[in-house]
């Protein structure tokens, strides 16, 4: 069959699937619920409020839905989400970074419960350093947000939400094998008391790989204590370490059949919240280290190994005050008030670029209010500064309004202004007379623009969207080769990305889960008039949920993948779908113990495309494994 005939005949089939699945929807009453699509989200404004008055687009990605990925690592959970895409240079081990609504990696936010986890001498962080079994929920923060989050949120935010011990006394372990002699092995432990909490999770995960030196060997350990004080207090300690050891094959043309690659990153964060009736406190510590060692023994004048050191030290805290009131009166007040600040110490020790360090501030405020003549409006105004000690500081102002036009249908608007600081690489890699960084570079600034739809009916079992958007993006950093012939950064120009993304999540029956989504991306260098992203983004979901045997055990079959089309740089179209089954098997009746069963395929058609020029990604994959509680 060839071809281009088999891409046509797959579309077609899953289009035509879905929709005569969705069909059912006005022919079949739902009995119960799979489950309740989120509706609380707290990363659009920093306290917990209904999607349907967020004044952005936020996606929220539950528990359930981590669960049916299947995925090893944050980048497969979020692949198949509208306005993003994942940056994979191929390999199990290699580089996978993320892009949202045509952003650099560089230019967006990652955070783990609040803390933000960008790595300040590249600006970016791997997605697959962070594993999938530490993983609650993830918020995803479509286009800028620049009043609360500041420097480096340019592109978007996205949030992890840990497990913590939030349940009573319960124990996992697991274990998978799969194509390229891939090993994993996983387990975890809860608890919770009268006041206390805890939850520790470990992971090993070994691979082969694909091609010559894409091995991969690494360990992940997590664990979370939280004691309730009193009745509106409590305190949360987590401490990450991952060790992350790899071979790093290259590109095609340009192979590395020796290059290594070790990261170890260890963290430490205390948290102290506190909830009254109108008011909420949160202050959170941190420490971060990063260890980064790269080894190329065939690179032309090898001096040796590469080590790279980064420490930072973090503070943060938010007030939200709730029904809160601009004067003296004792009346109840029709505003949300929340403001805050951090400080960050960066400091790099580095063989290549040396011994670096910057210190940061911020301080914000966001006001969300609710005209008395009009309930269902709501308008949010914010302002944050940022003071970095290397570019100094920066205003960044947002406002926004969201309108209920029913109880389960509102439309938002927003326009911002957010920027992105030089990373330690842009301005310090040192010269050799072919590479070298720029210290007179100026961070990028944007205006961003966004309208939208956002519909969660009654129930809780659909949800749709429709965003149109725009970014007006001065001073991009480039890496290209200059006048000199060394490549280098440098301030190009202006760039301008527009779109639109349409989604749609179904709970079709009480058996299916469906989703559809578009992304269409216009993003072009003003400069040159050139396109920088692929243009089009369709992504397809369909879940079926079951419940069989004498036992009732739960059992799901998943496919889910995505097709871009309208690649820059004659690059080519290509499409990625996963299927995956899970069965759960009761092995003692009498104390309702089971065991799960799973089985996964991951690259389904085999696609062999290279979602970054010269690095193919990995093929069709298979792995199974059995997960039991204890």
């Given at each position: 069959?060839?071809?281009?005939?088999?891409?046509?005949?797959m579309?077609?089939?899953?289009?035509?699937?879905?929709?005569?699945?969705?069909?059912?929807?006005?022919?079949?009453?739902?009995?119960?619920?799979?489950?309740?699509m989120e509706?609380?989200?707290?990363?659009?404004?920093?306290?917990?409020?209904d999607?349907?008055d967020?004044?952005?687009?936020?996606?929220?990605?539950?528990?359930?839905?981590?669960a049916?990925?299947?995925?090893?690592?944050?980048?497969?959970?979020?692949?198949?989400?509208?306005?993003?895409?994942?940056?994979?240079?191929?390999?199990q081990?290699?580089?996978?970074a993320?892009?949202?609504?045509?952003?650099?990696?560089?230019?967006v936010?990652?955070m783990?419960?609040?803390?933000?986890?960008?790595?300040?001498?590249?600006g970016?962080?791997?997605?697959?350093?962070i594993?999938?079994?530490?993983?609650?929920?993830?918020?995803?923060?479509?286009?800028?947000?620049?009043?609360?989050?500041?420097?480096?949120?340019?592109?978007?935010?996205?949030?992890?939400?840990?497990?913590?011990?939030?349940?009573?006394k319960?124990?996992t372990?697991g274990?998978?094998?799969?194509?390229y002699?891939?090993?994993?092995?996983?387990?975890?432990?809860?608890?919770?008391?009268d006041?206390?909490?805890?939850?520790f999770?470990?992971?090993?995960?070994?691979?082969?790989g694909?091609?010559?030196?894409?091995?991969?060997?690494?360990?992940?350990?997590?664990?979370?204590?939280?004691?309730?004080?009193?009745?509106?207090?409590?305190?949360?300690?987590?401490?990450?370490?991952?060790?992350?050891?790899?071979?790093?094959?290259?590109?095609?043309?340009?192979?590395?059949?020796?290059?290594?690659?070790?990261?170890?990153?260890?963290?430490?964060?205390?948290?102290w919240?506190?909830?009254?009736?109108?008011?909420?406190?949160?202050i959170?510590a941190?420490?971060d280290?990063?260890?980064?060692?790269?080894?190329?023994?065939?690179?032309?004048?090898?001096?040796?190994?590469?080590i790279?050191?980064?420490?930072?030290i973090?503070l943060?805290?938010?007030?939200?005050?709730?029904?809160?009131?601009?004067?003296?009166?004792?009346?109840?007040?029709?505003?949300t008030?929340?403001?805050?600040g951090?400080?960050?110490?960066?400091?790099?020790?580095?063989?290549?670029?040396?011994?670096?360090?910057d210190?940061n501030?911020?301080?914000?405020?966001?006001?969300?209010?609710?005209?008395?003549?009009?309930?269902?409006?709501s308008?949010t105004?914010?302002?944050?500064?940022?003071?970095?000690?290397?570019?100094?500081?920066?205003?960044?102002?947002?406002?926004?309004?969201s309108?209920?036009?029913?109880?389960?249908?509102?439309?938002?608007?927003?326009?911002?202004?957010a920027?992105?600081?030089?990373?330690y690489?842009?301005?310090?890699?040192?010269?050799?007379?072919?590479?070298?960084?720029?210290?007179?570079?100026l961070p990028?600034?944007?205006?961003a623009?966004?309208v939208?739809?956002?519909?969660?009916?009654?129930?809780?079992?659909?949800?749709?969207?429709l965003?149109?958007?725009?970014?007006?993006?001065?001073?991009?950093?480039?890496?290209?080769?200059?006048?000199?012939?060394?490549?280098?950064?440098?301030?190009?120009?202006?760039?301008r990305?527009?779109?639109?993304?349409?989604?749609?999540?179904?709970?079709?029956?009480e058996?299916?889960l469906?989703?559809?989504?578009?992304t269409?991306?216009?993003?072009?260098?003003?400069?040159?008039?050139?396109?920088?992203?692929?243009?089009?983004?369709?992504?397809?979901?369909?879940?079926?949920?079951?419940?069989v045997?004498?036992?009732?055990?739960?059992?799901?079959i998943?496919?889910?993948?995505?097709?871009?089309?309208?690649?820059?740089?004659?690059?080519?179209?290509?499409?990625?779908?996963?299927?995956?089954?899970?069965?759960?098997?009761?092995?003692?009746?009498?104390?309702?113990?089971?065991?799960?069963?799973?089985?996964?395929?991951?690259?389904?058609?085999?696609?062999?495309?290279?979602?970054?020029?010269?690095?193919?990604i990995?093929g069709?994959?298979?792995?199974?494994?059995?997960?039991?509680?204890?």
């Amino acid at each position: 069959m060839p071809r281009k005939f088999k891409f046509v005949f797959m579309c077609l089939l899953i289009c035509i699937s879905i929709f005569s699945i969705c069909m059912q929807v006005f022919a079949t009453k739902q009995q119960e619920p799979l489950f309740i699509m989120e509706e609380i989200v707290v990363i659009a404004s920093k306290y917990p409020e209904d999607l349907l008055d967020s004044i952005a687009s936020v996606e929220v990605i539950s528990r359930e839905e981590i669960a049916i990925s299947q995925s090893e690592n944050l980048a497969g959970i979020i692949r198949n989400i509208a306005g993003l895409e994942i940056m994979d240079y191929g390999s199990q081990g290699d580089v996978k970074a993320i892009s949202i609504r045509g952003s650099s990696p560089e230019q967006v936010l990652i955070m783990i419960d609040g803390q933000v986890v960008n790595d300040p001498q590249t600006g970016k962080i791997d997605l697959g350093l962070i594993p999938s079994d530490m993983i609650k929920k993830i918020e995803v923060y479509r286009g800028p947000a620049p009043a609360l989050y500041g420097a480096n949120a340019l592109g978007g935010v996205i949030n992890i939400i840990t497990k913590s011990g939030e349940e009573e006394k319960k124990g996992t372990a697991g274990v998978n094998y799969g194509s390229y002699s891939t090993q994993k092995y996983q387990a975890s432990y809860q608890n919770k008391s009268d006041d206390m909490g805890y939850f520790f999770t470990g992971g090993y995960y070994k691979t082969e790989g694909d091609r010559e030196n894409s091995q991969l060997d690494k360990v992940s350990l997590m664990g979370k204590i939280s004691k309730e004080v009193d009745q509106q207090t409590d305190l949360y300690l987590a401490i990450r370490y991952h060790d992350y050891q790899r071979g790093l094959p290259g590109s095609l043309d340009y192979p590395t059949p020796n290059a290594q690659q070790d990261d170890r990153n260890f963290n430490l964060n205390f948290k102290w919240q506190k909830r009254e009736e109108d008011k909420d406190i949160n202050i959170m510590a941190w420490y971060d280290f990063h260890r980064l060692y790269y080894d190329n023994p065939d690179e032309w004048g090898h001096a040796g190994a590469s080590i790279h050191k980064t420490h930072t030290i973090g503070l943060s805290f938010d007030n939200t005050h709730y029904n809160f009131s601009f004067n003296n009166e004792n009346i109840e007040s029709d505003h949300t008030f929340t403001w805050g600040g951090e400080i960050k110490q960066h400091s790099l020790d580095s063989t290549d670029i040396g011994t670096q360090q910057d210190l940061n501030g911020a301080v914000f405020i966001q006001d969300v209010w609710l005209p008395a003549e009009e309930r269902d409006l709501s308008i949010t105004a914010g302002l944050r500064y940022d003071y970095h000690q290397i570019f100094g500081g920066q205003f960044n102002p947002r406002i926004g309004i969201s309108y209920r036009l029913q109880d389960e249908l509102s439309i938002h608007a927003s326009v911002g202004r957010a920027y992105r600081a030089p990373t330690y690489d842009d301005l310090y890699w040192p010269e050799d007379g072919y590479v070298g960084g720029n210290p007179n570079l100026l961070p990028e600034t944007a205006w961003a623009y966004e309208v939208g739809l956002h519909f969660i009916n009654e129930e809780g079992d659909t949800q749709a969207e429709l965003n149109i958007f725009r970014k007006n993006v001065n001073d991009l950093i480039n890496w290209a080769t200059d006048s000199e012939g060394v490549w280098r950064p440098s301030n190009i120009g202006s760039a301008r990305v527009g779109g639109a993304e349409v989604i749609l999540k179904k709970e079709i029956d009480e058996h299916f889960l469906g989703n559809i989504n578009y992304t269409y991306l216009n993003a072009r260098d003003l400069n040159t008039d050139t396109q920088l992203k692929a243009k089009h983004k369709y992504g397809l979901g369909l879940t079926y949920f079951n419940q069989v045997g004498d036992h009732e055990d739960d059992f799901s079959i998943g496919l889910d993948g995505y097709i871009v089309t309208g690649r820059p740089d004659k690059l080519e179209n290509y499409y990625l779908f996963d299927g995956n089954i899970t069965r759960d098997v009761t092995v003692d009746v009498e104390t309702n113990k089971k065991v799960q069963l799973n089985f996964s395929i991951k690259n389904i058609l085999n696609q062999k495309t290279e979602l970054v020029s010269g690095y193919p990604i990995q093929g069709r994959t298979f792995m199974v494994g059995i997960r039991t509680d204890f």
